[in-house]
């Protein structure tokens, strides 16, 4: 087990209380632990040792840096005003940004949307990826994976940390564990998917086990972000779909799945006030905010069904402020 590295500024005691504080109240807390941890280590490096988040101490933190972007800036903002007001509710002196320091659309960034030929160059290059002799299964083991983020539209830690046990072979139905709202869901997917798993099982679970990964990396334990990230672009390159900054990435095959069904079912002319709280519960979203912006970004993508969407339904695209939870 990797040993959690130790806070080492003199607010130490009061980060660690406050980390507790959040995964008591049942948020996972992981990246607002990341975050708390830079804070940290640049309070440790200030020459002056202090104890008190003065404002500027605070204004100088939180100041944009080169090459910054806006939600960068705008965690960082986030997480030394929850702080501070933690801080405050103790008895602690801190000085608490005030709301609107820096406001951005929580839903400005634009993702990438693969349009059907993009998707069939992209799997027959996952299908082409070489074998290698440090990673015997990886040409099986990728295209499984990508194949499954696509066709149920799943986050690519739920693919990643899929155990045996969490597919059923025989009704095709997938349980998530411990989703992004620490929920777990069920994920039905269709019969060409379900036949392709049950194939993939007879090459790769020989034993069965059902503690065991369903995508075993090459130490059988779980694939890695950046592992699974490197291999998303080189598919990319073998399939010749540019590949930038912002994209795509392998959460596009996510946003191409919820994109794809509700243009099919603008196309069918279905009433997508009904079928949207279906795609959301599919999705495992929190609420309906989280789906209703591809809708925004469906008729985008397919102008020729934007008034077969728009009618009847464009109230329920509203603009979001971004917001902290």
Known sequence: MRKTPAFKSTLRKQFEQYIEHKRMQGYKFITGEWNLRCFDAYLATLPTITSNLTKELIETYIAHRPGEKPTSQSHRISTVRCFGKYLVCNGIDAYVLPYGTLNIKKYSFVPYIFNAEDIARFINAADSLPQRANSPFRHIVIPMMFRLIYGCGLRISEARNLLAKDVNLQTGVLLIRGTKFNKDRYVPMAQSLLQRCQNYAEIMLVNGEAESPFFPSPTNGFYTISTVGYAFRQCLHIAGIPHYNDGPTVHS???????????????????????????SAYMG????????????????????????????????????????E
């Open 285 to 324: 979203h929190e609420n309906l905010l989280g789906t209703e912006r591809y809708l925004r970004l469906t008729m985008d993508a397919f102008p020729e069904i934007r008034e077969r969407i728009n009618t009847g339904c464009s109230w329920v695209i509203p603009e979001v402020v971004y917001h902290e």
């Open 253 to 279: 095959l996510r946003h191409s799945f919820a994109v794809g069904n509700l243009a099919r079912w603008g196309a069918e002319g279905r009433d997508i006030n009904t079928v949207l709280p279906y795609l």
